[in-house]
């Protein structure tokens, strides 16, 4: 059977693989650590499984408008005006059929074959697959590790060109937890000011916050003024552990809102109804969850980091936001036999020490992996264990 030529320029997502291999694993009684879930591992809320059930009970199981009911928009609107001191209007928020939905739809919206679109590295991985199915070109910008991955302004302004048509901000970002504080994106914020440049800032983890001197929404915090060339995009996955509900959001100018309503109406039209009845009691209900999880997931993250630092020639940044790690295994790779990136590494993990890891080529550095600490504290420990046993064979 022919294919379409796009299918030849993308590949699956290394995140998914992972997952995929992971069940399989246990499908055949493995007894399988997992380390490459990118979702929390807490339930979902009761009050936000209530919401969804008495919707359902009300028979709310028809199509909906394409970019979301209006209790969806306005419980939008209400989160971003709380949480991010912003005003947006119901013509200026879209839901999608969650946040990958989101951006995919913008991209669509916005690119043209010929542009280029900025990506800071480490980067999620489908950053750059969407841009090329959208007809650009993702331009990675590298952090340094001696520098915890964060840009400079300098790295920022020679990373543009003239065909530079916009830059992705995901602060916390997947995989490091990297996250900027006011004064450090308001340098970045400055480069990119002077330039005819759009500003998408993926705010998924926006919540997912464990140091002070971060603020949410923090893009048009600092640079208020930016607004008219700015697309927030978010969704329920992360901070209410909602991943597989499938509901997304984005909030920017009227007249792009539009457009990724036309095409949304072409491609999936709404998101699932009962899932939007279960986030409007997400977004504008009670929000105790959100830092009880957040809690307990900064002992996993300090518990984490100093594990993996004692482990000879490891180098493991401290993330300040998300519930990931991404450390450097450089010391144990090229050794004869041995894995000689992070991904082999992580095949070699686990095959040898029945621990799912993502490698790191996929987020731009081929010597890391990534490491969720979504995991009960028993099972980081059990696992780390057996990394570092599967490490010293390598030695």
């Known amino acids: ?36 879930a990118g979702e929390p591992d807490f339930d979902t809320p009761e009050s936000i499984k209530n919401a969804a059930e008495a ?3 009300a028979g709310q199981t028809k199509y909906t408008p394409v970019g979301g009911t209006d209790a969806l928009k306005t419980a939008i609107i209400t989160k971003i005006r709380r949480d991010n001191g912003l005003e947006y209007a119901k013509n200026e928020v879209i839901a999608s059929c969650g946040g990958k ?30 841009l090329l199915l959208a007809g650009a070109k993702a331009v990675i910008v590298y952090g340094k590790l001696e520098n915890d991955f964060k840009l400079t302004p300098a790295d920022l302004e020679a990373a543009f060109t003239p065909n530079t048509r916009a830059i992705i901000l995901n602060s916390p970002s997947n995989p490091a937890g990297v996250a900027y504080d006011e004064r450090e994106l308001g340098a970045l914020l400055d480069v990119i000011a002077k330039r005819d440049c759009l500003i998408i800032s993926d705010d998924v983890y926006e919540q997912m916050i464990y140091d002070p001197g971060f603020h949410l929404g923090q893009v048009l915090r600092v640079r208020p003024d930016l607004r008219k060339r700015t697309l927030l995009c978010n969704s329920v996955s992360k901070t209410y552990a909602m991943t597989g509900w499938r509901v997304g ?22 998101p699932s109804s009962v899932a939007q009845a279960g986030a409007v009691e997400a977004l504008g209900g009670s929000q105790a969850s959100v830092p009880l999880m957040m809690r307990e997931f900064g002992k996993r993250r300090d518990f984490v980091v100093e594990r993996l ?27 004869p036999g041995g894995p000689k990136n992070g991904d082999e590494m992580a095949t070699y993990l686990i095959e ?8 790191g080529t996929d987020f731009g550095y081929p010597e890391h992996i990534r490491i969720s600490y979504a995991n009960s504290m028993e099972s980081l420990q059990k696992g780390l264990d057996r990394i570092e046993t599967a490490l010293r064979k390598l030695a």
Request: hydrophobic share 50%; proline share 8%.
């Open 1 to 36: 059977m022919k294919l379409s030529a796009r299918l030849s320029l993308i590949k699956p997502s290394a995140t998914m693989a992972v997952t995929e291999k992971a069940a399989a694993l246990r499908g055949k009684g493995v007894d399988l650590i997992d380390f490459g």
């Open 55 to 57: 919707a359902l009970r």
């Open 101 to 130: 939905h989101s951006l995919f739809v913008a991209f669509q919206a916005l690119f043209n074959p010929g542009d280029e679109v900025l990506v800071l590295a480490p980067f999620w991985v489908s950053y750059p697959d969407m």
């Open 249 to 270: 959001y984005s909030a920017g100018p009227a007249p792009l809102i539009k457009a990724m309503t036309t095409l949304q109406g072409q491609m999936t039209s709404n």
């Open 309 to 335: 630092r004692k482990i000879p020639g490891i180098v493991c940044p401290k993330p300040q936001g998300a519930f990931y790690v991404f450390p450097n295994f450089a010391a144990y790779m090229n050794k």
């Open 352 to 359: 040898n020490g029945h621990v799912a890891v993502v490698g």
